[in-house]
């Protein structure tokens, strides 16, 4: 199996939604590399490393522990994959493996949220100031999300971080788009209900 390699998270505004899930080409590539086929695994890990990677960052916070994760856990799936039958499940499987590999690695630490990772939720005309004031409430909206579930912190990063689409997101976290908005709507409107936070209004 090829080396996973995933680079650092960057900011990009939430995708339009798509009005399908896994298309018949993903389903073909997944049931290969479920069957066997090695260039198609290959394929599977250049589609959903990046996806793997942002689900890992958001419980552990922590690039290199994230990075080790994303090997992990397609370790682990490449070893199991005679096993996986159903190739519209193999993304939550995948989602399932990490989140409990970065629970193990939670087990001895006290996680801790980044808050640049969701600067984007931070309303900049709402929070004018100095160097000194900007660090502190970072450092504020750092302790709110450390605050939040892990599961209102993955679906926030993979939408306003990453910029999934919901239909993505559904699939990854193995959510219905009922429960999956209102994941979202409920992360955001505790964010909001924080004293001192000022956020975007975001869709």
Do not use: C
Request: glycine share 6%; aromatic share 4%.
């Amino acid at each position: 199996m090829p080396l996973v390699t995933t680079p650092a998270p960057t900011l990009t505004p939430p995708a339009t939604d798509s009005t399908a899930g896994m298309d018949s080409a993903e389903r073909i590539m997944v049931m290969a590399a479920l069957a066997g086929d090695d260039e198609a695994f290959e394929t599977v890990i250049r589609t959903y490393s990046r996806r793997v990677y942002v689900v890992a960052y958001a419980i552990v916070q922590d690039i290199s522990e994230a990075e080790d994760i994303v090997q992990d856990t397609f370790l682990k799936a490449h070893r199991q994959r005679r096993s996986l039958r159903e190739p519209e499940k193999f993304p939550a499987w995948l989602l399932t493996v990490t989140r409990n590999a970065a629970r193990d690695r939670l087990r001895r630490r006290r996680p801790q949220a980044g808050a640049e990772t969701f600067d984007t939720l931070v309303d900049p005309a709402a929070t004018p100031g100095s160097a000194l004031e900007q660090e502190e409430r970072q450092r504020h909206l750092r302790r709110a999300l450390a605050t939040l579930p892990e599961e209102h912190r993955t679906a926030l990063t993979l939408r306003y971080l990453e910029g999934h689409d919901y239909r993505t997101i559904e699939s990854t976290m193995g959510l219905s788009n009922g429960a999956l908005r209102g994941i979202l709507g409920r992360a955001l409107g505790t964010l909001r209900r924080m004293p001192g936070l000022k956020l975007v209004e975001i869709p």
